[in-house]
């Protein structure tokens, strides 16, 4: 353009520039339509492309656009639940013909599993009796018998497998997904985090935001609790109806706006300002996608009494509505921590899960949200095949638990674009060490990155100079667990 058509009464619009600004306008009337109850047109379109959780498509495609991610913390025993080793019973109280590798106590002979394991499926896959019904949908599952991590203690092997760092404060996978992609429904939190009775060790780092901006950090929600207001503290306001509180809000926005610019960039202020918001639209949901009640009774009783039940069916109803990343954690500490008296608390522990989660992975299919909902399940380590040792003041006078191994262990995946059906890898002929076909915790998070549609290596943030990715400098992707 010339500086005389510049300052031109009827400057020129080239055939392009007239279909962009017609295509503008006719967006711009429906979309104001639409939004009429929101009050500015403005006000409402900056908000839209402002708002961190907004959907966000991925690098590509995506096989998966949620996950559930069933957490046993304190670490499950592989050789007793998805990874059968008959040679234990061979030597049991014997010692080992190798070396025992170094854990984080003493350890002794072989102990032999006290479960029995059956084939299941047309894959045949062998499933512990402790998980039968999870092992009835075994044809959707893809076990990963080659997990490694690198230390044989909870607070860093929880870290590493939730954040990919093991020391350092990173965000967690939640974070990073629910960065990439958004979520679909704006009345709930992209990244839920359930777990019964407290806290699991390590607290909320285990849901850290890190460096991303703190809209992305996991909510949480104690499910020992029914009643919405002790689901979700101060969710509901007894007070105020929606009307007088979405005036207080925005009184409150504009002050906090001000507050804001006045400081410059403030990501935990940020944060917060966001999160008032968030906290008004989940009234609108929150009561009902955590209420089980108005569910079928076929429902409720596939799914089973109890805790785990409700909890694990409230992960269906939560992606149901657009939630990207739900964590459901087993209890508060470390549960599945059992260095004695393996056989009656891996019995009772399962005996808490593994219905609704078999109900899970079939309910999920049966509404066709399997295929687009990936499936996590696991805790951050395993347990040794040799029995631990009595140790005063912890498991005296016991010879009848496993303590942690981080040398092998037992993942699975379903749904959301794996390879179902199907057994990836091994540990040793005891179960001790990942041999076959290795995945290292970052090349399982390679693999769930790739799932969810992005590249590893190249979906990254950049904080205090240097672009960070989830799987820091490691990882690669395991593309044979992928259908």
């Not at 009796?129 to 075994?138: D, N, R, Y």
Request: glycine fraction near 10%; include cysteine; hydrophobic fraction near 35%.
């Amino acid at each position: 353009m010339t500086i005389d058509q510049a300052h031109s009464p009827e400057p020129v619009v080239d055939r392009r520039d007239m279909l962009r600004r017609c295509g503008m306008g006719m967006g711009g009337l429906m979309f104001s339509q639409l939004l009429a109850e929101s009050g500015s047109v403005e006000k409402t379109l900056q908000a839209a492309t402002s708002n961190p959780l907004s959907p966000k498509m991925p690098q590509f495609p995506a096989r998966a656009k949620h996950v559930i991610h069933l957490f046993m913390n304190g670490g499950p025993s592989h050789v007793d639940t998805f990874d059968p080793k008959p040679k234990l019973d061979e030597f049991h109280g014997k010692k080992l013909p190798i070396e025992n590798l170094r854990t984080e106590r003493p350890t002794g002979a072989a102990f032999k599993s006290p479960f029995k394991f059956k084939q299941y499926g047309e894959s045949g896959i062998p499933v512990s009796e402790l998980f039968k019904h999870t092992a009835q949908s075994i044809d959707e599952i893809a076990v990963i018998r080659s997990m490694h991590a690198d230390a044989p203690n909870h607070e860093p092997s929880l870290l590493l497998m939730n954040c990919g760092e093991a020391r350092q404060i990173r965000p967690s996978m939640g974070s990073w997904l629910t960065y990439g992609m958004g979520t679909d429904n704006q009345n709930l939190p992209a990244f839920v985090v359930m777990c019964p009775g407290g806290y699991p060790i390590q607290e909320s780092q285990n849901w850290q935001a890190g460096f991303l901006p703190g809209i992305y950090q996991g909510t949480y929600i104690d499910t020992k609790h029914k009643e919405i207001n002790k689901l979700i503290a101060n969710v509901e306001n007894k007070r105020l109806g929606k009307s007088q509180q979405r005036k207080q809000l925005d009184l409150l926005q504009q002050m906090n706006e001000k507050h804001l610019q006045e400081r410059g960039h403030d990501p935990k202020l940020e944060a917060r300002i966001q999160a008032y918001e968030l906290a008004y639209r989940m009234q609108i949901e929150a009561a009902d996608v955590f209420d089980v009640s108005s569910e079928p009774k076929h429902i409720l009783d596939m799914y089973g009494p109890g805790v785990q039940a409700r909890q694990i069916l409230i992960a269906r109803r939560l992606v149901e509505r657009g939630v990207r990343f739900v964590q459901v954690w087993h209890g508060a500490g470390q549960p599945w921590d059992n260095h004695d008296d393996i056989e009656v608390n891996h019995r009772r522990l399962a005996g808490q899960c593994d219905q609704a989660i078999g109900a899970l992975l079939k309910d999920l299919k049966q509404r066709g949200l399997l295929e687009e909902t990936l499936v996590i399940w696991g805790g951050e380590f395993g347990r040794t095949p040799v029995v631990e040792l009595p140790k005063k003041g912890s498991n005296a006078g016991k010879i009848n638990g496993r303590d942690h191994n981080h040398w092998g262990f037992t993942t699975w995946m379903a749904g959301g674009g794996v390879r179902g059906g199907y057994v990836h890898g091994a540990t040793d002929e005891f179960g001790f060490r990942a041999v076959e076909k290795k995945v290292h915790v970052h090349d399982l998070h390679a693999t769930i990155m790739k799932l969810m549609g992005f590249d590893h290596e190249t979906f990254t943030y950049r904080y205090a100079g240097r672009d960070f990715r989830f799987t820091d400098v490691h990882g690669r992707v395991v593309n044979e667990l992928i259908a």
